[in-house]
């Protein structure tokens, strides 16, 4: 009879972890992406030229008045940084496609300051190929959007998407955290450094901790939303909104976030919760990605329970086990 007993109990004990573990989805953490080939333009060698000087801190030139070599240091604003030039959505192109090929000689003649640039729509705009990025409606979007007024200052879509490293993020998007963090840089590029936000606007330095003290935990939540959720009007047939509203009309309410229908659903969530609709899969989002609370997963907290559970059980069944053996010994 006793050894019934421990072989019951040894079985039980053994079972336990591996239903624990079948039970339990152990994650691997999201594999990085595995395109590793690194992008080969047919211009790399054409655009060493304007690399050689504008991808390093310094550069040469030889003054040919006094026949000498002269080191001078890049300003940093015109730094640009090869590996990310060769991984934006513009890597296939020259420097001369955008700029005018007279850059090639320096000092660069005096005009070409005034040169003007192409904005997206010259390029995007009607093309059929880019139809599902709306080009159209973003720009109407941005025409209402508060930083137009500042396009006789200079507000261009260039000011967001910088020219040479802007490249899509959201929509092919493995990393939530790390989109988020993208997209914040580029509000942050102006509202976290004065000297560019000057250039704009003769505003006093907005102090955004200060602005938004009225958030709890502001790091955790700027890390796990975007400024342009809680920014910028819902657009349905967009995937990205791009009318920034004034700071009154900003989201303040916590449960436009904090409830099951949260507004990320169609905001920060969108392109993931469109794919899973496509897979079947509608609240999948809901249970895996997004940390609305309420609707809130927690893996340790879910192992926690089973094992909690699986105790409850084995302690139930030793105390019927010892019930049923006291009977048939009596
Ligand atoms: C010998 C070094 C050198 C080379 C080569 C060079 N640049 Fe420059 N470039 C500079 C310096 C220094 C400045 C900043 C001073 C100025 O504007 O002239 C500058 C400024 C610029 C500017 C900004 C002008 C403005 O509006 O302020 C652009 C655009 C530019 N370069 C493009 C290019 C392109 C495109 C090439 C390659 C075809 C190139 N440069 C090659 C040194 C260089
Ligand atoms: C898709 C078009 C495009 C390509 C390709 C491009 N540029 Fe630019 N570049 C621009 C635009 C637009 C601006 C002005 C940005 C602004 O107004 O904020 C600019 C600005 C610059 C400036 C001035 C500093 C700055 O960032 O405002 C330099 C220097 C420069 N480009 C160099 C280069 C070099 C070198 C290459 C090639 C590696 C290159 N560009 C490729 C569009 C382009
Ligand atoms: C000089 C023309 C030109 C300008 C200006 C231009 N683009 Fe592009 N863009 C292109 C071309 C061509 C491609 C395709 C490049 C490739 O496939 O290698 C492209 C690619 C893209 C892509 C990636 C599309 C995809 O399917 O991966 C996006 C997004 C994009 N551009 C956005 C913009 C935005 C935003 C602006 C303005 C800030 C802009 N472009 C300005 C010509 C341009
Ligand atoms: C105030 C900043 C800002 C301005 C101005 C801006 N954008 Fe954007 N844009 C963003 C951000 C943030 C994203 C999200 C980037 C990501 O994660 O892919 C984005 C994304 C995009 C995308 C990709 C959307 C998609 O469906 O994947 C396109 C295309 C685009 N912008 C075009 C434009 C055009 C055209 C303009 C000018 C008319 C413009 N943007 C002006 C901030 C801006
Ligand atoms: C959870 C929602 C939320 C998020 C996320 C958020 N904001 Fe705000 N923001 C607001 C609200 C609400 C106000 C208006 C505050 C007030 O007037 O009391 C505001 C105000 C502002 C203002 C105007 C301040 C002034 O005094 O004129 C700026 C600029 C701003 N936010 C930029 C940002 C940037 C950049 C980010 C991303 C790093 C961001 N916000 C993220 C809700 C948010
Ligand atoms: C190129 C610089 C630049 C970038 C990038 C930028 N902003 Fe701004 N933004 C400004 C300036 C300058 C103002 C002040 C406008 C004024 O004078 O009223 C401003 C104003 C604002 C305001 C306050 C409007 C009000 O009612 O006072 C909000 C909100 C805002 N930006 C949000 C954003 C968000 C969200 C992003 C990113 C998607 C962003 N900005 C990106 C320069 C920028
Ligand atoms: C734009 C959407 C949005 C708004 C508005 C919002 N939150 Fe959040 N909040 C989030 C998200 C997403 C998280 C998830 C943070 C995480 O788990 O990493 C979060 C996390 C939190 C947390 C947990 C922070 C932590 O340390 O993990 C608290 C508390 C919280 N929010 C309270 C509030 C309150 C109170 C308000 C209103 C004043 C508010 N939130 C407004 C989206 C929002």
Known sequence: MNSLYTRILVIICFSLPVQLSSAINWSTPNAQETDTGTYVSPFAEANETCFKCHGHEKYEYSNDLLGTKVRAL????????????????????????CHSAEYDTFPHPGELRMELKYNCLD?????DMYSSFNFEKIDADYRKSTHFKLEEEGFTCWKCHDPHTYRINIRNSKNLKE??????????????????????????????????????????HFRSVRCIECHTQLNDSLLVSHLVLPKDKAVKLCNECHSKNSMLMVSLYKYQSMEQRRDGFLNGIILNESYVIGANRNAYLGIASIVIFGMVTLAILVHIFFRIRRKYNK
Do not use: V
Not at 74 to 88: A, D, L, P, V, W
Not at 189 to 212: A, V, W, Y
């Open 179 to 220: 989109t988020i963090l993208y997209d914040n840089a580029i509000c942050l590029n102006c509202h976290s450094d004065f000297s560019r936000f000057q250039l704009l606007s003769d505003r006093d330095e907005i102090n955004l901790m200060e602005t938004h003290n009225w958030l709890p935990d502001q790091t955790a």
């Open 74 to 97: 890049m300003c940093s604003e015109r730094i640009i940084k090869r590996e990310e030039f060769y991984i934006s959505n513009h890597k296939s192109f020259a420097c001369i496609d």
């Open 123 to 127: 390029c995007h705009g009607g093309d």
